[in-house]
């Protein structure tokens, strides 16, 4: 499911509006098409996450990010500190992503077997994108480890209120892998974190 229609769901579960910001004028384009014709209440920017405008600053209820989103990003704790200021005082954060433990067991295995090139949990290089002969905008990806997504999140002065892993996957990239065996590790992770309320003046 493409992020813009994950963001319009929102509406459905009670959102009064929602902002969805990218990099990728193309989709944008799409999300704007589609919210139109829904007349939906929907705003879209095109920019940077990292430099998402202030004036959203502290205006969000909730932040949501996922589906592969954070590989993107080459500095996470910068990134942690943009969903920080996007959020009210109160308001939520919350993060469903494929787990970084799938980066390290080689794609066509029937089995898990290392990777013999990404094979390093703990590896700091970024990796080439496969879309890199496509686009200039994207061509470097980086695994970050669990430990690193939640502690980014803590240093931004967020509260975690949930962590957890689940069995599913969402980007199928051990095919052939029997599913018994693919249920026995994490593939996806979820975090619920909270801004801290300010006290009333």
Not at 117 to 141: E, G, I, M, Q, V
Not at 162 to 181: A, D, K, M, Q, T
């Amino acid at each position: 499911m493409l992020a813009w229609k994950r963001r319009l769901i929102l509406l459905n579960e009670g959102a009064g509006e929602v902002v969805g910001v990218d990099i990728s004028e193309n989709l944008l384009a799409a999300a704007q098409r589609k919210s139109t014709a829904l007349n939906a209440a929907a705003t879209w920017v095109l920019s940077d996450i990292l430099d998402a405008p202030h004036n959203l600053d502290g205006t969000a209820d909730l932040v949501y990010t996922g589906k592969g989103a954070i590989a993107w990003m080459m500095d996470l704790e910068a990134w942690a500190r943009v969903v920080a200021r996007l959020l009210k005082s109160g308001g939520k954060f919350f993060i469903y992503e494929g787990h970084p433990l799938d980066w390290v067991w080689a794609d066509n295995a029937e089995t898990y077997i290392l990777d013999e090139k990404h094979a390093d949990y703990f590896s700091t290089n970024p990796r080439t994108s496969l879309f890199a002969a496509k686009t200039d905008s994207l061509p470097h990806f980086r695994q970050w480890t669990l430990a690193q997504t939640i502690n980014s999140l803590i240093n931004a002065g967020l509260i975690i209120e949930r962590v957890e892993e689940y069995p599913e996957h969402f980007w199928g990239i051990h095919p052939h892998i029997s599913e018994n065996l693919s249920a026995c590790l994490p593939h996806t992770f979820a975090i619920v974190a909270r801004k801290p309320t300010e006290p009333s003046r």
